[in-house]
């Protein structure tokens, strides 16, 4: 034991190489790879004797730590809450922060809510006439603000019934609302309901656009709350109503209920108050001028939702719906509106920019603008398609160019285009008189004698339109007779330039070309200036400008423009204008106007018809009022011979004898007893019935004699025709048959 001792603690000497390497490696029994008799040691205690008899041994299967599951799952649930409760708690917070920079966001693309203040209503332009009635309203029609407590009490209620329910209830915005609305969308599969409150509709109407963007709409949900806090319910439910948009130009209640019923919105029934509600989901489209089966199925709808409401009792919503007392006006499509329009054409020159609500009045006649109006519609109604004519305008303005009456169109409501004022044609024959008028201011007179014969200007050929002439005749006559020969020998004889610095200096502004046609009427001119430029002749021979704003005002009595009297020039001398009317009046004694009748006045005038009959005129006047009259078709199609001695003629006959009801009558300037000329006293004088005055003294030349006047009431000329047919009566041009015509193609070789 010792000597082990003492080996064990004795001194070792180092190894090197492998045998050091190995020196340290011992094999455990583990280690060793058992042999085929090797078998496992088990303990008794664990192993059963074999037994024949007994089952199968049985599959053995780990045994399971319970308690450590138990364990281990309850660690693995309270990780997942965990993290739910973490992660939920994160995404709240970014979803806070979201907020929190779209509510910034938006509100940086507000104008500062401090500074927001409730827009003025937008400008409105009211016309007047002559009698201070309203004639039209343009811009965005606003009606007085009217106060909720004078407003039926069912007015108010019918809009909360359809629109927001729980106005009282909510700060603004409505959720319950919004939430009914998308599940209804959802359901529909489309925006069949919206979710707005009355609050966000009135921020939409007073501070935003009516773009459909999400923007937009936090934008709204943001103003409704601002207004929640700084305005009562009673003030935003006053201002929504005062501000809502109803169609048809129709901004609040008042406004709408004067548009559509003709009554204060103070007035209307429960039904008119339901149409109204129904109105400002769609104004357009329900608008009940345009669309009375859609407002009326509308208001039915919001007659339920009050009696749901228990707004109204199931009685009178029955009593409503079945029995409604709908009094809707008809579209504005009266003829006043071409006026209208060309008012709003002048008031930028007038006052500049329009910036709150204004009064224009006008020197419009009403009475006169219905007779205008009744006249041309009613003659297109009854001879439209007989003589295939579409359109008709006309104008009437005092000798001093005051406008009385204008009629751009026969429907408003179809077409908006002016034919009075925008729209140029060719005048034809009414052109005639500032020839005749520069042939009088060279020295010739109505007596002064002309050859109604044949004529070839460079291979051009006028005629007459009846194919026939009659050789020598005075310059009345042939004025009368619209002799298209002696016309263009004038026109040659004063030269085309001077012919049109004569109707520059009388009126016309439209250009003119200065040649050999002019005297035929071959350029184009618009209704009010030629009947502005024959308003010299019934005014003695004063230029007038055709006016029709006399005054423009603000709403409390401001004004902002007078009309100032003109300061008249004498365009032509007041001889010269005797001499004219004496030559025109024959038009409508004996001429191409005889159905121009005026019994008690004096009146002169003249027809004109266009190339193939594309354009009838015919413009004439007394010394109280001058009228002119113009019908044809918008595409310049030719019509069905109409002449401007047919239709134009009948239209201005029936206008001017209304016109000159209990009007005292009086005479054109310096013109003759009983009409004057030549050949009046060939008439009887119950025809023109009026007190004689003096005449312009007639030249030496002696009159050529006239014969008899046939019963067809042309004229009849004893020299031989140049044409080859002998004199018949039946031949003679008829006023009806339009001798003023002149056609260019026959003119250019055609033949009719």
Do not use: C
Not at 223 to 236: D, V, Y
């Amino acid at each position: 034991m010792a000597w082990g001792r003492k080996k064990s603690g004795g001194r070792k000497e180092p190894q090197f190489g492998l045998a050091a390497a190995l020196s340290e490696l011992r094999l455990s029994p583990q280690d060793r790879v058992p042999s085929g008799d090797d078998k496992p040691k088990k303990s008794s205690a664990k192993r059963k004797p074999e037994n024949d008899d007994d089952e199968p041994p049985r599959e053995r299967k780990p045994r399971a730590d319970r308690s450590g599951a138990k364990r281990r799952s309850k660690s693995r649930g309270g990780f997942r809450i965990g993290r739910l409760f973490y992660w939920g708690a994160v995404l709240g917070l970014w979803a806070a922060i979201a907020v929190v920079g779209v509510v910034i966001w938006v509100g940086a693309h507000l104008p500062a809510i401090q500074s927001l203040a409730i827009p003025k209503r937008p400008p409105t332009i009211q016309i007047v006439g002559l009698d201070g009635s309203v004639l039209a309203s343009r811009g965005e029609m606003a009606g007085a603000n009217v106060s909720l407590k004078d407003l039926p009490p069912y007015l108010p209620k019918a809009f909360i019934a359809i629109e927001d329910r729980r106005f009282y209830s909510h700060y603004g915005v409505d959720p319950i609302g919004i939430a009914r609305a998308a599940v209804t969308n959802v359901m529909h599969r489309g925006v069949s309901q919206g979710g707005s409150t009355l609050t966000q509709q009135l921020a939409k109407n007073l501070f935003l656009t009516q773009e459909r963007t999400i923007a937009r709409k936090l934008q709204e949900v943001e103003l409704a709350i601002w207004l929640e806090r700084k305005h009562s319910k009673s003030e935003i439910l006053e201002l929504y109503l005062n501000r809502v948009y109803f169609g048809s130009g129709a901004y609040g209640v008042e406004a709408a209920a004067q548009r559509y019923f003709g009554k204060s919105a103070k007035n209307v029934t429960i039904a008119e108050a339901a149409m109204l509600a129904g109105l400002v989901k769609s104004p357009s489209r329900l608008a009940p001028n345009r669309n009375p089966e859609g407002a009326e199925a509308r208001a039915q709808i919001v007659l339920a939702a009050m009696a749901d409401a228990k707004f109204i009792t199931d009685a009178q919503a029955q009593a409503s719906i079945g029995h409604p007392s709908y009094n809707v006006k008809p579209v504005g499509a009266g003829t006043v509106n071409y006026v209208a329009d060309w008012i709003g054409e002048v008031l930028d020159d007038l006052i500049g920019q329009i910036e709150q609500s204004i009064v224009v009045e006008t020197t419009i006649d009403p009475k006169l603008q219905s007779v205008a109006e009744a006249s041309i519609i009613d003659e297109l109604a009854a001879k439209s398609v007989k003589f295939n004519v579409t359109q008709g305008a006309l104008v009437a303005m005092t000798p001093d160019g005051a406008v009385r009456a204008m009629v751009g169109g026969r429907n408003y409501a179809e077409s908006q285009y002016n034919r009075a004022v925008t729209a140029k044609r060719q005048p034809g024959s009414a052109f005639k008189p500032f020839v005749y008028l520069t042939a009088i201011e060279a020295g010739l007179t109505p007596e002064t004698i002309r050859q109604d014969s044949p004529v070839d200007i460079k291979g051009w050929r006028p005629e007459n339109y009846t194919h026939e002439y009659f050789g020598s005749v005075t310059l009345t006559q042939a004025l009368s007779m619209s002799l298209n020969t002696v016309a263009v020998r004038l026109g040659i004889e004063v030269g085309a330039k001077s012919v049109v610095r004569t109707a520059h200096r009388l009126g016309i502004s439209s250009k003119l070309d200065a040649n050999a046609s002019i005297a035929l009427g071959t350029s184009e001119v618009s209704v009010i200036e030629l009947v502005g430029a024959f308003a010299p002749f019934a005014n003695g021979g004063l230029g007038v400008s055709p006016h029709v704003v006399t005054k423009i005002r603000t709403n409390e009595g401001k004004v902002l423009y007078a009309r100032q009297p003109d300061q008249l020039s004498q365009v032509i001398e007041p001889r010269h204008v005797a001499m004219m009317n004496t030559m025109m009046q024959e038009t409508l004694l004996s001429g191409t106007a005889r159905k121009a009748e005026l019994p008690g006045w004096m009146a002169a005038g003249k027809t004109g018809t266009s190339q193939d009959f594309r354009d009838a005129w015919f413009i004439g006047y007394t010394a109280n009022l001058v009228t002119g009259v113009w019908l044809g078709n918008d595409d310049n199609s030719p019509t069905k011979k109409a002449t401007g001695g047919g239709l134009p003629v009948e239209v201005w006959t029936r206008f001017m004898r209304s016109a000159h009801q209990g009007v005292p009558v009086a005479n054109l300037p310096k013109s003759q007893a009983g009409g004057g000329g030549l050949l009046s006293n060939l008439f009887p004088a119950s025809q023109v019935n009026a007190p004689p005055q003096p005449s312009y003294q007639p030249s030496a030349q002696a009159p050529v004699p006239l014969a008899p006047i046939p019963s067809g009431g042309g004229y009849r000329q004893p020299p031989t025709r140049t044409s080859a047919p002998p004199p018949n009566p039946s031949a003679r041009p008829e006023a009806a048959a339009g001798l003023d015509g002149w056609l260019m193609d026959r003119v250019f070789g055609g033949n009719r």
